[in-house]
């Protein structure tokens, strides 16, 4: 399993853009990136995935370096709601998770 | 069901009881993934299984936990003579094939041992 490292906390402001960082430079060159989410007393929540090209869906965008050593979450328009712990993650098989980022969007 | 159930969402226990926490994965997932979160703490991997393969039991804390689970259907995780740093959220997650693909969690089930 690669290892991650997020910062332990970020804040952001309601309508502008959240940018988390994740560094996994011992990533192997078939693993995948992933990104969830855990809103206060709920399970976790999938938001997106990639392997070495940029993705972007309903929730999120997902940056991956060219190197793929770290990446990159942006909530385009944070909102309340998205106060929550956002785990970065890369396994194989047993879905490890390190500490994560706690993000608080202030209004 | 459209997601993975677990039951009970809330359990109390006296120590040293013996508890069973139930997982219905997503119908069709492959893969079932048991986790643990203490208050305020992340997640703690307990248990892996991959269809038919040998679960990986590598976090499991000790040998009053185990996971059973028939074909690729429900799942029970167990833990023997409970003590209270047991007390925790006990989680669980479905994916259709393990690494590679999504996963989705249940609202986990609340232990409290007293």
């Known amino acids: 399993d690669a290892k991650t490292t997020q910062p332990p906390s970020m804040d952001c402001a309601e309508g502008r853009a959240a940018n988390l960082p994740c560094n996994h430079s011992t990533i192997s060159g078939n693993e995948y990136v992933y990104w969830y989410r855990q809103i206060h007393s709920q399970g976790p929540q999938y938001i997106i995935h990639g392997l070495k090209n940029n993705e972007t869906n309903e929730m999120a965008s997902l940056i991956i370096t060219e190197d793929r050593k770290s990446s990159t979450l942006i909530l385009p328009h944070a909102t309340l709601r998205d106060t929550a712990v956002y785990y970065c993650?890369?396994?194989?098989?047993?879905?490890?998770f390190g500490q994560g980022t706690i993000l608080t969007v202030h209004p | 069901g459209a997601g993975v159930s677990q039951s009970p969402s809330n359990k109390v226990t006296e120590k040293g009881k013996d508890v069973e926490l139930r997982c219905d994965p997503i119908?069709?997932?492959?893969?079932l993934y048991w986790y643990r979160q203490r208050l305020g703490q992340g997640l703690e991997f307990l248990i892996y299984?991959?269809?038919?393969?040998?679960?990986?039991k590598s976090g499991l804390p000790s040998d009053r936990f185990s996971a059973e689970r028939t074909g690729e259907s429900v799942s029970t995780l167990t833990i023997q003579r409970t003590q209270q740093e047991d007390s925790a959220v006990y989680l669980c997650?479905?994916?259709?094939?393990?690494?590679?693909?999504?996963?989705?969690f249940g609202q986990g089930t609340r232990l409290t041992v007293v």
């Open positions: 993650r890369t396994s194989y098989g047993k879905l490890t």
């Open positions: 997650a479905s994916s259709r094939r393990g690494e590679y693909t999504e996963a989705f």
């Open positions: 299984f991959q269809g038919n393969s040998a679960p990986d």
């Open positions: 119908s069709g997932h492959t893969a």
